[in-house]
């Protein structure tokens, strides 16, 4: 009898041991599910801010390409084309000075400390390409129509794919419609003569960019003004003006001998605006009270006007 029982209560015990150990599988189980479900719900909040962050950091980098700021009636540019007057052909560029180019101002891109790159929302490093207006990746722009792209890959990290964070900027953004140089000649009380009267030589202008020196694609006469219409450089790509700051520089000016005065052969810095059509004038000659002599000035300033 003793025995029976004694064997009644072993298996009671046993019994109890077993539930106790199915109850703690059920507990884990649950919690699996449920931290399944929680990590599956919050994914979409994750993705989210990691977008949001690639966002900020496209902004970034095209500002530091190209800043126009307009403060008392005046414009103002600043960032990697003002100073490079070319486009980047890589991230890096925007924060050292890879080809060694004088011209370079930077850095305009500040990176976390110890990179030299500013990172996406997934701790991978933003693209610039360029590509046609299909999208249609390109090796350089040579069209008004093609695009510079600041691009993320996205979750997956591969490019050009659904999931990629994109900055489209059209070409025709960042370039100026028209750039002409406009000069002019003055008597001794300031009234505007013809330039034809005044030097025996037909002036020349060019204009800097960083490959060489701009050649007049027309010359015109305007009135009693000489008007030139200039192209970018031999070479350049895409064939029209990029946005940045340029130097236009006046030589061969030469008064006739009968004419008395002061000969300006100035370099005027003038900033080339996006979607500008803008016109430099510059002074070349101011003709001397009577009784006067012939002399020679560098500094006189030109004007840039635009729209």
Same mark, same amino acid.
């Given at each position: 009898?003793?025995?029976?029982?004694?064997?009644?209560?072993?298996?009671?015990?046993?019994?109890?041991?077993?539930?106790?150990?199915?109850?703690?599988? %059920? %507990?884990? @189980?649950?919690?699996?599910?449920?931290?399944?479900?929680?990590?599956?719900?919050?994914?979409?909040?994750?993705?989210?801010?990691?977008?949001?962050?690639?966002?900020?950091?496209?902004?970034?980098?095209?500002?530091?390409?190209?800043?126009?700021?307009?403060?008392?009636?005046?414009?103002?540019?600043?960032?990697?084309?003002?100073?490079?007057?070319?486009?980047?052909?890589?991230?890096?560029?925007?924060?050292?000075?890879?080809?060694?180019?004088?011209?370079?101002?930077?850095?305009?891109?500040?990176?976390?400390?110890? !990179?030299?790159?500013?990172?996406?929302?997934?701790?991978?490093?933003?693209?610039?390409?360029?590509?046609?207006? @299909?999208?249609?990746?390109?090796?350089?722009?040579?069209?008004?129509?093609?695009?510079?792209?600041?691009?993320?890959? +996205?979750?997956?990290?591969?490019?050009?794919?659904?999931?990629?964070?994109?900055?489209?900027?059209?070409?025709?953004?960042?370039?100026?419609?028209?750039?002409?140089?406009?000069?002019?000649?003055?008597?001794?009380? +300031?009234?505007?003569?013809?330039?034809?009267?005044?030097?025996?030589?037909?002036?020349?202008?060019?204009?800097?960019?960083?490959?060489?020196?701009? @050649?007049?694609?027309? @010359?015109?006469?305007?009135?009693?003004?000489?008007?030139?219409?200039?192209?970018?450089?031999?070479?350049?790509?895409?064939?029209?003006?990029?946005? +940045?700051?340029?130097?236009?520089?006046?030589?061969?000016?030469?008064?006739?001998?009968?004419?008395?005065?002061?000969?300006?052969?100035?370099?005027?810095? %003038?900033?080339?605006?996006?979607?500008? !059509?803008?016109?430099?004038?510059?002074?070349?000659?101011?003709?001397?009270?009577?009784?006067?002599?012939?002399?020679?000035?560098?500094?006189?300033?030109?004007?840039?006007?635009?729209?």
């Amino acid at each position: 009898m003793m025995s029976s029982l004694r064997t009644i209560a072993h298996n009671s015990h046993d019994a109890r041991a077993g539930f106790t150990l199915l109850e703690m599988l %059920v %507990v884990l @189980t649950i919690m699996a599910v449920l931290t399944t479900i929680a990590v599956q719900s919050l994914e979409p909040v994750a993705q989210k801010s990691r977008i949001e962050a690639t966002e900020r950091t496209l902004d970034t980098v095209q500002k530091s390409l190209l800043t126009v700021t307009q403060t008392a009636g005046s414009t103002s540019i600043s960032g990697f084309m003002a100073d490079m007057r070319r486009l980047p052909t890589t991230l890096a560029e925007l924060s050292v000075n890879t080809t060694s180019d004088p011209h370079w101002q930077g850095p305009y891109l500040t990176a976390p400390a110890n !990179s030299p790159i500013l990172f996406d929302g997934w701790n991978r490093s933003p693209r610039i390409t360029f590509a046609d207006s @299909t999208g249609t990746s390109k090796m350089a722009l040579d069209n008004l129509q093609d695009l510079l792209l600041i691009s993320s890959d +996205g979750l997956d990290g591969v490019p050009a794919t659904a999931d990629d964070v994109v900055r489209r900027l059209p070409v025709s953004q960042l370039t100026a419609r028209d750039l002409r140089v406009r000069l002019y000649a003055v008597d001794a009380q +300031g009234h505007a003569v013809d330039i034809s009267s005044i030097s025996s030589t037909t002036p020349t202008v060019t204009i800097s960019t960083p490959a060489a020196a701009g @050649t007049p694609q027309a @010359t015109v006469v305007e009135g009693m003004d000489r008007v030139y219409t200039l192209t970018a450089a031999p070479g350049a790509s895409p064939p029209v003006w990029l946005t +940045g700051c340029y130097a236009i520089v006046v030589d061969n000016v030469t008064p006739a001998a009968s004419v008395a005065g002061t000969v300006y052969e100035p370099t005027i810095r %003038v900033n080339v605006l996006p979607g500008s !059509s803008q016109t430099v004038d510059i002074l070349i000659f101011r003709a001397a009270a009577t009784g006067t002599g012939t002399g020679t000035g560098t500094g006189d300033s030109g004007a840039a006007s635009g729209s």
